[in-house]
């Protein structure tokens, strides 16, 4: 009974000292608030020497703020009654994943892309990766689809497992917002940094606008073996 | 003895079982990263020089932490003519001040920052700041302030990482900026149409070297001069030297007849107002027709059946 009592006593000890921190999921204090729709807040009139800011309560960045020299208009208010909305973007994975590729056998996955653009009328989000899937022992190189006739800015198809390399295609899941071009197995290659591609667009705006985007992977029997990795930054910007 | 045994056994097992998940836990990571921006644009109009200050609103929506780092990309408007931004290089905005994106400045309080990091749920506010020299040449800026997510730890397997970035716009006119000029390049409807609502096209360029806010209307009459519809166009912001489609709809949804649409457009606040009118024609043919037919049948049949007696 003693030994049993020790073993806890030690097994204890144990799960004290060696504990993985965890941060937790959702923090509310004075500094955080409970997610809300939009980033408005409460808001008065302040002004100093330099500059005078001055709206309705409910404005976070309200519109019109002026000083010695100068007028800023904050948000589109001014050019659409539409409210002060934020503009948001989310990605639902920030590392894809793609496992063991094996030769001739492509492996997808996806990721979705959810665009509110606010009182924005339209929005862009582009793409690009730093460099082609790369490993000690070379690189995937982007896809060129089954006849050769894709690129950054042009799809095509891609269904055949003789054809390799890495690429996308999106799907629309809420709203009409991809790029064009994505008929069925249509594909594209990333734009390599510094060059830009649209993946999402529209000019009319709208709330939740999502897109899903699919990694394609194929290899041929003669990629050396290897980890292949890179990076792909996606921007999104509300249109003018 | 069998049951302190067994107990024992049974705490050993449990002993190893949580030192296990302990010592070969894999790593976790962020499922995805959801930023929000307030305000999406601000326009500016400035006169050198200018200490420009306003504020801005940046919010980690997600539930994990998230690093960012601030960059500024210069924009033109993009080909479709909607509002839409196009990124292109420093060198190719190929700016008259060469160094206006060191007098653009993001503070935290009285800090300026380059990078920040945000707690889940966290909402930051921070203040862009512009210092305009007495000599600042008089022209346009855009450009974008991009916050961009940090990249994740890597993995040991075939990945692909995603970074995020969240943009608002800045359009940064300095003068003195002269009068607004531009003109109407299009102002269209279907010459014909079957019922409402009916679009509009309007195309409007910017001729001058600052960017333009133009206003205006439709008014919609009908074959007896009556005012019968009057469409409100969008405020929009049209960059320098650039042509924008501002298109719009009259939403009535029964239309007959000949009718003339007036399209009054204030380039500015002050000035000037550019006019211009269409006419179109709106008939609901394939109702007709099918009256038509329904009525030559009916016809048919009773002559038919006169005949018939």
């Known amino acids: 009974m003693k030994k049993i009592l020790f073993l806890i006593f030690l097994f204890s000890i144990y799960c004290l000292l060696f504990t993985i921190s965890a941060n937790a999921q959702t923090m509310s204090n004075s500094s955080y608030i409970i997610k809300m729709g939009n980033l408005n807040d409460a808001s008065g009139d302040v002004s100093n020497s330099q500059y005078k800011l001055s709206e309705t309560v409910g404005q976070t960045s309200p519109g019109l703020y002026s000083g010695t020299n100068y007028l800023v208009k904050a948000g589109f208010q001014y050019v659409r009654p539409t409210g002060n909305i934020a503009f948001s973007f989310a990605i639902s994975q920030n590392i894809i994943d793609f496992g063991v590729i094996t030769p001739t056998n492509p492996v997808t996955r996806t990721t979705n892309l959810t665009v509110s653009a606010g009182s924005a009328k339209g929005f862009t989000v582009v793409s690009s990766e730093n460099k082609p899937l790369t490993g000690i022992g070379g690189t995937i190189p982007d896809t060129t689809c089954d006849l050769g006739t894709c690129n950054s800015s042009k799809a095509s198809a891609w269904t055949s497992s003789l054809a390799y390399g890495f690429g996308y295609r999106c799907d629309n899941i809420s709203g009409t917002n991809c790029a064009s071009g994505f008929s069925d197995s249509f594909y594209k290659a990333f734009a390599l940094t510094p060059s830009l591609q649209t993946v999402m667009t529209s000019n009319t705006g709208g709330t939740s606008r999502k897109s899903q985007l699919t990694y394609k992977v194929n290899v041929s029997g003669t990629q050396p073996p290897g980890i292949y990795t890179n990076i792909v930054t996606y921007i999104a910007s509300p249109g003018f | ?309």
Do not use: C
């Open chain 2, 1 to 309: 003895m069998n049951l302190k045994l067994r107990i024992k056994n049974l705490l050993l097992i449990l002993f190893i079982l949580n030192s296990s998940f302990l010592i070969f836990h894999s790593k976790a990571f962020a499922q995805g990263t959801s930023l929000g921006v307030y305000p999406p644009i601000f326009q500016i109009d400035a006169t050198a020089p200018a200490n420009i200050q306003a504020p801005l609103t940046i919010e980690n929506q997600g539930n994990d932490p998230v690093n960012l780092r601030i960059e500024f990309r210069p924009f033109v408007s993009s080909d479709q003519e909607d509002g839409q931004i196009k990124y292109i290089r420093e060198l190719e905005a190929n700016f008259e001040d060469p160094l206006i994106f060191q007098r653009v400045k993001i503070f935290d309080g009285a800090n300026q920052i380059t990078t920040l990091s945000l707690s889940p749920q966290q909402k930051k506010d921070l203040t862009l700041r512009i210092d305009l020299p007495r000599d600042e040449p008089a022209t346009d800026y855009y450009f974008s302030i991009i916050f961009l997510s940090g990249e994740n730890p890597s993995i040991e397997s075939n990945s692909s990482q995603s970074v995020s970035g969240i943009a608002s716009n800045v359009l940064l006119s300095i003068g003195p900026k002269g009068k607004a000029n531009g003109n109407i390049q299009e102002f269209s409807s279907p010459f014909l149409v079957e019922k409402g609502p009916v679009p509009f096209t309007i195309r409007v360029k910017n001729t001058t070297n600052h960017f333009i806010s133009p206003q205006g209307n439709i008014l919609i009459t009908n074959i007896f001069g009556q005012t019968i519809g009057r469409v409100d166009l969008a405020q929009t912001n049209i960059l320098a030297n650039t042509v924008r489609n501002n298109s719009s709809v009259w939403p009535e949804k029964f239309v007959l007849g000949a009718y003339k649409a007036k399209l009054t457009l204030a380039l500015s606040d002050s000035g000037p107002i550019y006019k211009r009118d269409i006419i179109f024609f709106a008939f609901p043919f394939k109702t007709t027709a099918a009256i038509l037919l329904g009525l030559l049948a009916i016809i048919y049949f009773v002559v038919k059946v006169k005949t018939k007696l």
